[in-house]
């Protein structure tokens, strides 16, 4: 009986023997690498290739600008020049062409009152005074007020207003602006009447319409300006009344 168990006994202690002297002999980064364990393994595997990463998108900025919104420019008014569409129903706005300037402001109408001046310089005709400013405006004092005018014949100014025309008449050179006839006069400008038939590009501000035999004229400061069509522009034609 104890021979059998000690056969068994060899038997069995054999191949343990045998066993755990391979595992001894076995280095132990063999056995970790088979389990895909060890950091050489890990560094030996390909890394898996990674989906590319959506590029940040910036969001456009919808912030407003700090502004106030009763900061918002409010456009200015804008002056209309007197308008007489209903003599010819194919009167057209004014243009200024051939000789005339452009742009020829809106003049203050006669009889106007205002309680301080512009830029002005004074002027002495027939012991009387009188102001005018930039744009070409006569004005008389009354009453401690400044009334628009029209100035004199004869009045003498050193510098013609800007938006002025220019017409030629004849021999002779006038510039016309709002009622106003000039000539040169050595190194100045003289007021003067106009000749009959000369033809100008605008209406004085306060002309008044007038129907006479059918035909329709504007009248201002003892003249009449009748209207007609020359190449599509509207012109007055200037004749006493």
Same mark, same amino acid.
């Given at each position: 009986?104890?021979?059998?168990?000690? *056969?068994?006994?060899?038997?069995?202690?054999?191949?343990? /023997?045998?066993?755990?002297?391979?595992?001894?002999?076995? $280095?132990?980064?063999?056995?970790?690498?088979?389990?895909?364990?060890?950091?050489?393994?890990?560094?030996?595997?390909?890394?898996?290739?990674?989906? $590319?990463?959506?590029?940040?998108?910036?969001?456009?900025?919808?912030?407003?600008?700090?502004?106030? $919104? @009763?900061?918002?420019?409010?456009? %200015?008014?804008?002056?209309?020049?007197?308008?007489?569409?209903?003599? @010819?129903?194919?009167?057209?706005?004014? %243009?200024?062409?051939?000789?005339?300037?452009?742009?020829?402001?809106?003049?203050? *109408?006669?009889?106007?009152?205002?309680?301080?001046? !512009?830029?002005?310089?004074?002027?002495?005709?027939?012991?009387?005074?009188?102001?005018?400013? @930039?744009?070409?405006?006569?004005?008389?004092?009354?009453?401690? @007020?400044?009334?628009?005018?029209? !100035?004199? =014949?004869?009045? *003498?100014?050193?510098?013609?207003? !800007?938006?002025?025309?220019?017409?030629?008449?004849?021999?002779?050179?006038?510039?016309?602006?709002?009622?106003?006839? /000039?000539?040169?006069?050595?190194?100045?400008?003289?007021?003067?009447? $106009?000749?009959?038939?000369?033809?100008?590009?605008?209406?004085?501000?306060?002309?008044?319409?007038?129907?006479?035999?059918?035909?329709?004229?504007?009248?201002?400061?003892?003249?009449? /300006?009748?209207?007609? *069509?020359?190449?599509? =522009?509207?012109?007055?034609?200037?004749?006493?009344?």
């Amino acid at each position: 009986m104890k021979s059998i168990f000690k *056969i068994l006994r060899l038997r069995i202690a054999i191949p343990l /023997y045998v066993f755990f002297t391979l595992l001894a002999l076995t $280095p132990a980064a063999t056995l970790a690498d088979r389990g895909g364990g060890s950091i050489r393994a890990a560094a030996a595997r390909p890394t898996p290739a990674q989906p $590319p990463r959506a590029a940040a998108h910036a969001e456009p900025s919808h912030a407003s600008p700090d502004v106030h $919104p @009763d900061a918002h420019a409010q456009p %200015q008014p804008h002056a209309d020049a007197q308008a007489h569409r209903d003599w @010819d129903d194919n009167d057209q706005d004014t %243009q200024h062409g051939g000789g005339f300037a452009h742009g020829a402001p809106v003049q203050a *109408i006669r009889g106007q009152r205002v309680h301080d001046l !512009p830029h002005h310089v004074s002027i002495i005709f027939n012991n009387q005074n009188y102001s005018y400013d @930039d744009d070409g405006n006569y004005y008389q004092q009354q009453d401690g @007020d400044y009334v628009v005018v029209q !100035p004199p =014949v004869g009045a *003498i100014v050193a510098t013609l207003p !800007p938006g002025i025309a220019t017409v030629v008449a004849g021999p002779t050179t006038y510039y016309y602006l709002d009622g106003v006839f /000039y000539v040169a006069q050595d190194n100045s400008f003289a007021v003067v009447n $106009p000749p009959a038939g000369i033809v100008v590009p605008d209406l004085p501000s306060g002309a008044n319409q007038v129907v006479v035999n059918g035909n329709v004229y504007y009248q201002f400061n003892g003249l009449n /300006y009748q209207p007609s *069509i020359q190449d599509g =522009v509207t012109v007055y034609t200037v004749t006493a009344t």
